[in-house]
């Protein structure tokens, strides 16, 4: 399936975008270009790759002008709110939106 997407900032391995349903004034989804379903599915090879994810957040973060403060959350499998099986990392500013509980 594929979603049309406002890419904020690309790198090798990881892509960030607008989430389509976002739960807060800024609402960004990273996510690696190597599929792995969930952070139960990471491995020691895939060290790397999280590694620029979290680098990728604090440039999104800097590019957007939110890196004063800013949530990252990683949802693990159904039962841990995780509705796409790809890893993702949702990074959050602003004021959160109240008709929604979960990401």
Do not use: W
């Not at 989430?19 to 020691?44: G, Q, Y």
């Amino acid at each position: 399936m594929e979603v049309r997407s406002d890419v904020i900032l690309e790198g090798g391995s990881f892509l960030a975008f607008k989430d389509i349903h976002p739960k807060a004034d800024v609402h960004i989804l990273i996510i690696p270009k190597k599929h792995i379903a969930s952070v139960n599915d990471t491995t020691t090879a895939d060290v790397a790759i999280l590694g620029e994810m979290f680098l990728a957040a604090k440039e999104v973060a800097e590019k957007l002008g939110v890196s004063v403060g800013y949530k990252l959350q990683v949802n693990v499998g159904k039962d841990g709110g995780q509705e796409i099986e790809h890893i993702h990392m949702h990074l959050l500013s602003g004021e959160m939106r109240k008709e929604v509980s979960s990401i």
